[in-house]
């Protein structure tokens, strides 16, 4: 049993790496995709498949008492009276106080801001979750308010305001995932 697995893995990883060279019309070309749809739909299938990242735009806008997140990149920051240029460190905004505070990695530096509209430029960040918060999703044709919803994005590439009472995001996501 073991060597028919071997054996089919083996096919399969040839008929990959050939496919393009014999895609001419005939026996061996019809063989090897015979064994590719087979593979590809039995359970090993999903063992070689590469994983794609779907972009998609989104625009996010959630209601948080408080929130802290990190810039994993360089980043530039303006509000109406000032700008702050490849800031790489701790941001954490506080609602209820109206402000917001950048803690510069590596530094005691600490910039505390009044919030009014604070905009982050081209942030980037592997992965937000949010939980039981109003949340409004515009992505595509998918159009979403909820009073408390959960949501995972994944990959976000894009513009942050900081604004009064509310957060927007606004750029690219590789997944979004209600929770």
Do not use: Q
């Amino acid at each position: 049993m073991k060597n028919a697995i071997t054996i089919c893995l083996v096919v399969l990883f040839l008929s990959m790496m050939f496919a393009p060279v014999v895609k001419a019309e005939g026996l061996l070309s019809d063989f090897f995709e015979m064994i590719k749809k087979w593979f590809e739909s039995s359970p090993l299938g999903n063992l070689f498949a590469m994983p794609v990242k779907r972009i998609e735009t989104m625009k996010l806008s959630f209601y948080p008492e408080s929130f802290e997140f990190n810039a994993e990149d360089f980043v530039n920051i303006t509000t109406k009276e000032s700008e702050i240029s490849n800031f790489k460190g701790n941001m954490n905004v506080d609602m209820g106080n109206k402000i917001m505070v950048l803690k510069e990695s590596g530094s005691s530096l600490s910039i505390k801001k009044t919030i009014g509209i604070i905009n982050i430029h081209d942030l980037k960040l592997n992965s937000l979750e949010l939980k039981d918060m109003k949340l409004i999703l515009t992505s595509g044709n998918w159009n979403e308010t909820t009073e408390n919803g959960s949501i995972v994005v994944k990959d976000f590439l894009g513009n942050v305001f900081v604004k009064e009472g509310v957060i927007e995001l606004e750029g690219n996501v590789s997944k979004l995932t209600k929770g």
